[in-house]
């Protein structure tokens, strides 16, 4: 469980497996209060960046956005190499990318449950992410739950050095964004869920990234550069 720190977050997580992202193999992994993993070390910004301009890091963000959990919300994380979370993973990643033939080994989740906004808003916001790896290829899912209003800036995707990256979403206070819709968009036509394969392999000279391709997307607001 996270410390209830404004701005705050872990210490380094040992991963048990190495998880791959983007051509780059982590055994670290940081979860910042905020609404991000991040990899290299720690971060408390909370204003999100935009995912499509290198950051100088990489980072995996289901809401990023000016978190509090002083005063209520509990973020916190936990990781398997077996047991019934593992299939849980196998069952949905092979449903949301068929064909892959995938076996799970290791599972991270990190949960912000009714976490609040800063300052003290006292309101209730839920969503996880997971990370999902077999040892060859890796997938992340992001979950929502309510969402509550906030005025502050707020994004969901991922970012990388510029050249993979995905918005979910992406708010600056006078876009109007109705993110409470984050609970009922899903690019795996699950509400509330979306999957991304993560893992970049080189074959011969191509990159094969796995990608969800088929799945119906019920987003309104949807940036995204088609993998592959
Ligand atoms: C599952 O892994 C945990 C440690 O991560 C261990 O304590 C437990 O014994 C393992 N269970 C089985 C059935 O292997
Ligand atoms: C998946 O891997 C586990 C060991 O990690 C093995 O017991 C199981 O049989 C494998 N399942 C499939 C469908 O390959
Ligand atoms: C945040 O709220 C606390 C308690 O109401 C107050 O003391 C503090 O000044 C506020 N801080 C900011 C930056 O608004
Ligand atoms: C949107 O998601 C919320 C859960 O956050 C759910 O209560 C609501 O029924 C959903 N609405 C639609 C139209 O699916
Ligand atoms: C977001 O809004 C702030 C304040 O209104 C503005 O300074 C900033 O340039 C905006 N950022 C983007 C990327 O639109
Ligand atoms: C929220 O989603 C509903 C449909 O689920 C859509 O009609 C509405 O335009 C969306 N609003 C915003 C502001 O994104
Ligand atoms: C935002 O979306 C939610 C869920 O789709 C809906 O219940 C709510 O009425 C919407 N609010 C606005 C201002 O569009
Ligand atoms: C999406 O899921 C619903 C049930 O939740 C199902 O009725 C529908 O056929 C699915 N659509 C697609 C394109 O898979």
Same mark, same amino acid.
């Given at each position: 469980?996270?410390?209830?720190?404004?701005?705050?977050? +872990?210490?380094?997580?040992?991963?048990?497996?190495?998880?791959?992202?983007?051509?780059?193999?982590?055994?670290?992994?940081?979860?910042?209060?905020?609404?991000?993993?991040?990899?290299?070390?720690?971060?408390? %910004?909370?204003?999100?960046?935009?995912?499509?301009?290198?950051?100088?890091?990489? /980072?995996?963000?289901?809401?990023?956005? &000016?978190? &509090?959990?002083?005063?209520?919300?509990?973020?916190?994380?936990?990781?398997? +190499?077996?047991?019934?979370?593992? +299939?849980?993973?196998?069952?949905?990643?092979?449903?949301?990318?068929?064909?892959? %033939?995938?076996?799970?080994?290791?599972?991270?989740?990190?949960?912000? &449950?009714? @976490?609040?906004?800063?300052?003290?808003?006292?309101?209730?916001?839920?969503?996880?992410?997971?990370?999902?790896?077999?040892?060859?290829?890796?997938?992340?899912?992001?979950?929502? =739950?309510?969402?509550?209003?906030?005025?502050?800036?707020?994004?969901?995707?991922?970012?990388?050095?510029?050249? &993979?990256?995905?918005?979910?979403?992406?708010?600056?206070?006078?876009?109007? @964004?109705?993110?409470?819709?984050?609970?009922?968009?899903?690019? /795996? %036509? /699950?509400? =509330?869920?979306?999957?991304?394969?993560?893992?970049?392999?080189?074959?011969?000279?191509?990159?094969?990234?796995?990608?969800?391709?088929?799945?119906?997307?019920?987003?309104?607001?949807?940036?995204?550069?088609?993998?592959?």
């Amino acid at each position: 469980v996270n410390p209830h720190i404004d701005d705050g977050g +872990s210490s380094a997580v040992r991963l048990q497996n190495p998880f791959s992202f983007f051509g780059h193999t982590y055994s670290q992994i940081y979860v910042n209060n905020n609404g991000y993993l991040t990899f290299d070390q720690s971060w408390k %910004n909370y204003t999100p960046i935009q995912f499509n301009v290198y950051s100088g890091r990489d /980072v995996i963000a289901p809401l990023w956005t &000016d978190i &509090d959990n002083r005063a209520n919300g509990v973020i916190s994380y936990n990781q398997y +190499s077996n047991g019934s979370v593992l +299939s849980q993973a196998t069952r949905d990643i092979n449903q949301y990318f068929p064909g892959v %033939n995938f076996n799970a080994s290791w599972v991270f989740v990190a949960t912000w &449950d009714r @976490v609040a906004y800063f300052n003290y808003s006292g309101t209730e916001t839920s969503f996880q992410v997971v990370l999902i790896s077999s040892g060859h290829a890796s997938f992340v899912l992001m979950n929502y =739950g309510p969402i509550a209003p906030t005025n502050k800036p707020l994004a969901a995707g991922y970012a990388t050095d510029g050249t &993979d990256w995905f918005t979910i979403l992406w708010s600056n206070v006078s876009d109007h @964004v109705n993110f409470s819709n984050l609970s009922n968009m899903s690019n /795996v %036509n /699950v509400s =509330g869920r979306w999957a991304f394969g993560v893992k970049r392999t080189t074959q011969g000279q191509h990159y094969k990234r796995y990608h969800s391709c088929s799945a119906t997307e019920t987003h309104h607001k949807l940036e995204h550069k088609r993998q592959q």
